[in-house]
C-alpha cells in the first residue's frame, strides 16, 4: 500500500459474518491478490479482535486494574 491510511469501519455481527463470507469466496475462488483484498483482511482481523475485547468487556472478565 502506499502510504499509511487508516480506515475504521463499523460492523454488525451479521456484516463481519457477511465480508468473512466474501473474503472465503475470493480465496477459493483464487482470486489474484491485491492492496483492497488485503486491506480487507487487516479490516476483518482488526473487527474480530475488537469484537472478541467488546465479548469480554461486556461478560466482565476482563480486569480493568
Not at 460492523?11 to 466474501?22: A, G, R
Request: hydrophobic content about 45%; glycine content about 2%; aromatic content about 10%.
Amino acid at each position: 500500500m502506499s502510504g499509511n491510511v487508516i480506515f475504521f469501519f463499523f460492523f454488525s455481527p451479521s456484516d463481519l459474518t457477511e465480508v468473512k463470507s466474501l473474503l472465503q469466496e475470493a480465496e477459493q475462488k483464487k482470486f489474484p491478490e491485491s492492496e483492497l483484498l488485503q486491506a480487507l483482511m487487516q479490516v476483518v482481523t482488526e473487527a474480530e479482535k475488537c469484537a472478541s475485547v467488546a465479548q469480554q468487556l461486556a461478560c466482565k472478565k476482563v480486569r480493568t486494574r
